[in-house]
Structures are given as structure tokens and as C-alpha cells.
DNA sequence: ACCTGAACACCGTTCAAGT
DNA sequence: ACCTGAACACCGTTCAAGT
């Protein structure tokens, strides 16, 4: 009787769509990431796939959230310099293994629960550091793509959606508690800009020159990457 | 008569169909922007397209071409500080006016020649300035995607497809004659990393280190945005 | 030389129906 | 509760044909 050598088909749930997906992305890039690839791959028919996911976007969403969660967290004796560095590090390794998921961040429009806890994270390792959130909210912008292992702006505002989103009290009371770090940034960041006018060009240009300044230390102290082979 | 109040319908060119998709693109989005609404703008039929323009991805990256084309030249007597610092500006300003161009370069695959005449006027105005190719190099890397007013990745390895490319003697002459900065920094790099092991993780840590060492000292010296508000 | 019409092989997603 | 079938409104692109 047939019983074909068809792919596993397990029962479905988010999670498995998910982990299928990534696997999918990383084999074949996420250009080939269709709907209608993964069900086949699922062994399924495509509609069976917005049972447990909303939409492409969605999953997308799931499928960095999924990466997201695995990036490892620092040595809580280490200090904020080091933390920052370490959280860098394992993101770098998940966009090595992962290639496709610095353009997929970068298309990324909403905050999943995981990446606004992911930036609190960062947050967190400046903040209890002892660097203020003024500080952190630049060093942040700065960092970019870094944070993520790559990619800029899907971090671009850390403060204005998070300050958009807390307009109801309740929604305020739980991203405070949740993501505190998170809201004491965008909290500093009101008070010094309440029209958040020009900010946007202000952290451009703190970051150019903050690159600039320090690639002139480096170019006056006669820096070299390393030596050059015989 | 008919004599429709439809679109100009002027004569299609490559120039022509460049400009009304970057028009499009401004109003609606790069998302919005497809082959058949284009074409529709345009009056014309969807196929007329092609005769002016390979395919899809060979119109955004001419959409990107006449943007960087309009990127303003830094003032010849400047340093190359003054000079980088301009270049990023002015990128930085075609940006705002286009907001999907961030998007577009990030999904760019080939450098086309006006991407690397920027690139290689950016380089000469360090290399110029006295500032090495190694350093240079590396200095660009951070700036990443600022040079573009944005993205990081398109631009990720300035050496690498530069010396795959001058595989044979003529397109070295051409290269090295056309773009001669961006040649120097691929030989230098190649001299020091023959085998371009390890650079790329070489040229991330070097990154991550410049900025968090450079915001370890403005948050010694006590930085501040700027004050807050009374 | 430039544009058109019809067609192909794809997309994401909705809705009503099956089990 | 979970999956399916048929359909809708899109894509980019090829090819042969028109003017």
C-alpha cells in the first residue's frame, strides 16, 4: 500500500511551521520562502499553514523570534563593556548560520515580545552598568545593525514606538515592568526632545562622528589590522 | 474624440522609465512599485518595459543610480574629515527624500559603476588625505551604511568581488584606472589576508570595539545629548 | 525600432466546505 | 479543531506578432 515517502508529516503547531521555515530560509535562501513551498514541504496544502499563522509576515516575525531567543547571555559577573560585546558576538554567530536573517530583521515592521526583550537586554547591561540612558539610547543607535548580529532600522526608533504604544496606562504599567530599560530610555528621551524634533538627525551625526573622531585616533597613533606577509 | 486625460505618454526611455518609478516609489512605496503598475503610470504596456530595462531587479538598480548620481561633491579644499563627513551628509539627505532607498540598496547584488564611483570618491578622500587603504578600509566598514545615508551590507566587502572581478589583465587596467582607490584597498587587503580568512569577523570585531570603546570614554568624560528641559 | 496580446508559471490570501 | 478545494487578484517574464 502507498504509505509514500512523503516528508515527515507530523502534526502541525506554530513552532514546527516555524522551526520548517528556518530550516527552508537556510537552504535555500528566503527568496525561496513561498507559503506555498513551506506547506509542500510540510507535506500540506498552503491554507493549512494560516491555522497557525496569521499571515507571511507572521511567520517571518516567528522565524527571528525563534533565532532571537537562542542568543546566549553574558557571564553576569562580566562588566557592561563586556556583556555588550559577548550579546554582539552570539548574535554575529546566529546571522552566520542564519544568512538570510539580516534582510528578514530588515523588513521587519512590528516589536515581537522577543525583540523588545532582546533590546531591553542590551538596555540593561549599560544601564546597571552605571551608563546613563541618554548614553545607552546613542551607543544603541550606534551599535545598529551589531545588535542584531547586522541590520539598522528595524531598531531605528527604540523610544518612539514604545512611547507611541504606552499612550493607555495599562499598556505603560506592563512595558514598564517587562521592558524597563526599554522605557527608561525612551522616558529620558521625552524629556530632553518632548517634540522628538531633529532627533533622528541628531543621533546620524553622533554616530558619524563618533566614527570619525575615533578612526583619526587611529589613523594619527599609525594603526595597522595586522602586518603584512612576507 | 477620445484624447484621454491619460498619463503624458511621452516617448519611453531608460532615463524616462527610471524617473516615474522613482516618482512612484516616493509616493506609494518600493512595495507598490511593480512592472505592471509602473507600466500603467507610464500608459504603456506592462512588456514595453523591457525594452528599456533588463528586468526588475535592472530598474531599481538604475533607480539607485540616479539617486547616487545626485549625491553632492564635498568642497575640494577640505580635509578628509570635513570631506567624509559632507559625502555622509548628502547621502544621508537622499534618504529622507526617498525612504525606500535603504531598502532598495540592502537588496542590491551587483555594484554598478556609479555605486562605485561613490565608493571610490569616498575612498579617495581618505586615501588623499593620508589616511592608509588598510585603515581606510576598515574606517569604511564602520561607516557602513551611512555612506549611503543608510545599509550595511551591499557594500559589505568592498575588496572581495573587486578582485574576483580583475580576474583577467584588461578588466584590472580598466578597473585600476577607473576606480583606483577601491583597487588599492583590495590589493592591501589581499596582501595582508591572502586568503580573506577571517577578515570579515576581523572587520566586526574591529567595528564593535571602535564604538564601545569610544562610548566607554564619552561616558567617563559624563556625555550628554543635550540638557534636559526645565 | 518600439510596442502589444496572449500566455506561463508563479504569488498571498479568502471563503465555503469537508472530516 | 484542523485541513482541503476552488477561486480571486495579483506577480515577473517569454514569445510571437503587430506597426
Redo the contacts between chains.
Sequence with gaps: MPQQDTPPRRRLSRALVAREAITLADQDGLGALSMRSLATRLGVVPMALYKHVADKSDLIDRMVDVIVESYSEPKHSAGW?QK??AR??SA?EAILAHPWL??AI??RTKRSETVLAHMNAVAGDFIEG???P??T???MH?????IWG????AFADVDAPTAADAHTPEIYAYMSNRFPYVVAIAMDAA????SHSCEQQ?E?????????????R??LAN???????A
Design positions: 563593556r555588550v560585546r554582539a558576538l554575529r539580516g534582510q530588515d523588513t552605571g551608563v546613563s541618554d548614553l539610547h546613542y551607543a550606534t551599535l545598529g545593525n551589531r547586522y541590520s539598522p532600522e524629556s530632553r526632545s518632548p541628531s546620524f551625526e553622533f554616530t558619524l562622528d563618533l566614527i570619525l573622531e575615533a578612526v583619526e587611529l589613523h594603526w595597522v589590522s595586522r602586518p603584512i606577509e
